[in-house]
């Protein structure tokens, strides 16, 4: 951790938006604060669908991006759907997802015992894999296989490679804390939890626009009514570049904060926590143009079959510091001698997790010599 740039600890002041709308009229109470993992009870939600009247093209956009299916319902879950049955063997365990119905059964057995469920709820597009939620007496699982694109098939979730499964029910998956099944939720779907507990009843699978905006029922009335309705749902853009970075997206990618408090700062998985890995580079700071939006449209997917983005897609996001003409009154930062272009390519390094079946871009801005150790 460095110590010059230290984070100061942002309160939740930094969410109150000063909605400055001139002749609001009416008794709608300008949008204050949102932080995407604590909805607060009763919130009213309009549903992403009624954004498309008037953002068709951003909710077109967001149609594709994984964050918009986070988690999905069974019944609709593309991956689910289109495998009628997959299976995997690890030792004396077999596992098995077979498709009936709108359901997927999760089986697995050690040829004396047996548990079989219908999936919970799915997690993830299976990049970094599709892991299940899975319900057994009464109690939440993840489940020890997951499925990957990459194979197009099942294997260990990231994570369990090293584990040996004792039992059938060991082998079936993690046993998770409420709380611990309740933070997945809230996460990866919108209005799921309330006072800490789970009501999926009342959820928006995935990760809806309002999940990040607030609440739009005020906005569309007014917009509708043809009155203003700009100050009447949250716009992150508007908070600083640290704030969006470490409060607002590092609620859910985890911020250097909770990186810290947690004292997971060890290994190489923590390269999944983008925020946490990017506040330890030299290039960041408050600067909006290092922030999570700096680099990535949050409507847009970055990984998609129909998204094609090269090497050089952010070379102009370095390049908006790291030329040698800045603009007058900001401090000059040095150019490469080495390369012009592809600069992700040398300075963001790939890492491979055991068994990941997918190479995450390591957030941790640096000169990246061959033979370096991971930097923590
Ligand atoms: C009836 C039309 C209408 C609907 C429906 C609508 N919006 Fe808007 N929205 C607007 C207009 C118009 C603006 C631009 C206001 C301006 O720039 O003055 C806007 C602006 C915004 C902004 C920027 C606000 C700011 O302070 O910069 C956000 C964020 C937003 N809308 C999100 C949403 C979301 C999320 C939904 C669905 C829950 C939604 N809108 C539904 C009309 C609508
Ligand atoms: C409510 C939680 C949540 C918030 C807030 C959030 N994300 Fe995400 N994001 C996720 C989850 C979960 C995934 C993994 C989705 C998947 O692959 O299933 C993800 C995936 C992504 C991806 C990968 C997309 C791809 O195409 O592979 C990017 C990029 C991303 N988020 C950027 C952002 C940015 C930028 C912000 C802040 C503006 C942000 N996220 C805020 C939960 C969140
Ligand atoms: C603090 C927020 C948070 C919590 C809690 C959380 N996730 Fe995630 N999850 C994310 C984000 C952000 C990503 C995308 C970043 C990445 O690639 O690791 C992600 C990625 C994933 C992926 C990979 C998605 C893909 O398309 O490859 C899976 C699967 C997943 N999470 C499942 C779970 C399960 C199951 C739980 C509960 C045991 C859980 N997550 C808890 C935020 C969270
Ligand atoms: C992962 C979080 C996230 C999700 C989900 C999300 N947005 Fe946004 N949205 C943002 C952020 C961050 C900004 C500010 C972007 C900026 O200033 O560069 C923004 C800006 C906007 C704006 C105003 C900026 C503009 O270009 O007009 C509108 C309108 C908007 N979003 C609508 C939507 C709609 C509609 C959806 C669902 C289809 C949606 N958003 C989903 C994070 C999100
Ligand atoms: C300086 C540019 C830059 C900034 C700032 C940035 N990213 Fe990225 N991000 C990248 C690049 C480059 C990739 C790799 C894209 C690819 O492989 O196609 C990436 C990929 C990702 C992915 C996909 C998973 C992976 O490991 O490839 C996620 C999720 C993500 N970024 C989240 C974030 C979040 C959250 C923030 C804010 C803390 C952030 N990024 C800030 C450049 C940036
Ligand atoms: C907000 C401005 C900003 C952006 C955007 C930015 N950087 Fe930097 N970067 C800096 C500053 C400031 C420093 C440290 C002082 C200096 O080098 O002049 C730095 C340092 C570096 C260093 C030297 C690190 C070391 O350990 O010595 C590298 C390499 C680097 N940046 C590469 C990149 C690449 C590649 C990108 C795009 C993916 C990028 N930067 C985006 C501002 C930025
Ligand atoms: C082929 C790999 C490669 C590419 C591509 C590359 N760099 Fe570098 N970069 C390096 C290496 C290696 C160094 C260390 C050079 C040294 O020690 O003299 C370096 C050094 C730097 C530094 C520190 C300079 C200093 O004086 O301390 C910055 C900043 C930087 N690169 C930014 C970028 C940017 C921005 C791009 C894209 C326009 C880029 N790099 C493209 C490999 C690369």
Partial sequence: MRHDLQRKRITVAIFVVVATVAGLGGTQEPVRRWIP??????TEFAGSQACVECHANMAKQYELSPMRAALENVAEAPILRANQRLTFREG????????????SIYTVSDGVSTISE???????????????????????????????????????????QGTVPRTVEEAFGRKLSRDEAAQCFACHATNSVSNSRLHPEKMMAGISCEGCHGAGVNHIRAGREGRPNKGL??????????????EFCGSCHRSVDRIVSLNSEDGKFNVRFQPYRIFNSKCYSDDRRISCIGCHNPHEAVKHESVKKDAGHYDGKCKACHTSGQPKGEAAVKVCRVGKRDCASCHMPKVDLPGAHFRFTDHRIRIARPGDPYPN
């Fill in 92 to 103: 004396k365990y077999s596992f098995e997802i077979v498709r009936r119905g709108d359901q």
């Fill in 37 to 42: 993992t604590q909805i607060p009870g009763g």
């Fill in 233 to 246: 749902i949250f716009n992150p853009g508007r908070l600083s570049g640290d704030e969006i970075s470490q």
């Fill in 118 to 160: 219908p999936i919970f709820y799915s997690f993830g597009q299976g990049q970094a894999g599709q892991t299940y939620l899975l319900r057994y007496r009464d109690e939440y699982y993840e489940s020890r296989v997951s499925f990957y694109r990459e194979i197009k098939g099942l294997d260990l979730t990231i994570g369990y």
